[in-house]
């Protein structure tokens, strides 16, 4: 069973502007509520108990609104018994580095790892649509989606094996390809299933692009050690962590 998630928010929000405003923290909809609240929430109504949310120092204004959340939030914390845990990565060194910070907190559980900053507006929630497939298979499960073939060099590519409609066996992982060497179209976004063996590969893997711990990377040996499976989930994704996304999300995003 999975219970537990991380929400690693502690990037340096480089292409947000606004510094000193975590870009997590952002508003987006209705009722202007911030856009990690978006991302618990879904963890949430998809039957997560313990979020632990990475965050860096000058970002406690994260810690703040989920102690003192708006009233319906409130109210969704407490029926569902929801406890939130924080720690703090002071040093950009990478998500792969983020997510080891959640070791000590998920001991061998396997966990949700969501974005703070991707945003999924779904019939089932984006995290529950990974836990179903973890369950039926029992190995990790890494959410993407079908990018425009000019975008992948953007993203995480997979190498793909289709299995059913939607659900795919991942041969490889490769890093931001160039268009013409990269094996599909299917993009990584930000939900993932995964399980404690992936803390024991990112303690191994050394600094990559940007000299930061790529989680790729460590994806990467993963797949290679255990199958790994992918789900074109049902849903839209919107990239908040960027203006174009955020403008996106206004439009769809009606809160609880
Ligand atoms: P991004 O790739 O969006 O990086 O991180 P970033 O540094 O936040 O922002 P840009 O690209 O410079 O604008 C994806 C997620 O991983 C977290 C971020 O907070 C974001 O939710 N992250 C990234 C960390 O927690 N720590 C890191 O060292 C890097």
């Known amino acids: 069973m999975i219970t537990k998630a991380v929400i690693p928010a502690a990037g ?34 998809s039957g997560i108990d313990d979020i632990l949310i990475i965050t860096r120092t000058g970002k406690r204004v994260i810690e703040d609104h989920f102690s003192q959340p708006p ?7 407490e029926e569902n018994n929801i ?41 089932t929630p984006c995290a529950r649509q990974l ?5 039926f298979y029992r190995g990790p499960v890494i959410a993407v989606e079908e990018v ?26 490769i890093e931001k390809p160039a268009q013409e060497d990269a094996p599909s179209s299917l993009a990584v976004v930000g939900r993932y299933a995964l399980t404690s063996e992936i ?19 460590a994806l990467q040996v993963l797949c290679k050690r255990r199958a790994m499976y992918a789900i074109e989930y049902e849903g839209q994704r919107f990239d908040a962590g960027d203006r174009d996304g955020r403008i996106e999300a206004e439009k769809v995003f009606n809160s609880l």
Do not use: C
């Not at 992948?152 to 590519?157: A, E, T």
């Not at 803390?199 to 790729?216: R, S, V």
């Open 12 to 45: 340096r929000g480089t292409r947000a502007g606004a510094r000193h405003i975590p870009k997590e923290m952002y508003p987006v909809g209705d009722n202007q509520y911030p856009i990690i609240q978006y991302v618990v929430e879904e963890l949430i109504h």
């Open 71 to 77: 009233e319906d939030l409130a109210r969704l914390i």
């Open 83 to 123: 406890t939130f845990f924080y720690t703090n990565q002071d040093e950009p060194k990478g998500l792969g580095h983020a997510v080891l910070l959640a070791r000590k907190y998920m001991g061998n559980s396997p966990f949700i790892l969501a974005l703070g900053d991707d945003i999924v507006k779904s019939e």
């Open 131 to 135: 836990i179903d497939l973890y369950n």
């Open 148 to 173: 425009p073939e000019e975008r992948v060099s953007r993203y995480g590519i997979i190498s793909p094996e289709k299995i059913r409609e939607g659900v795919y066996f991942i041969n490889d992982l």
């Open 199 to 217: 803390f024991d590969i990112l303690a191994d893997t050394k600094p990559g692009i940007n000299n930061e711990i790529q989680l790729t990377d």
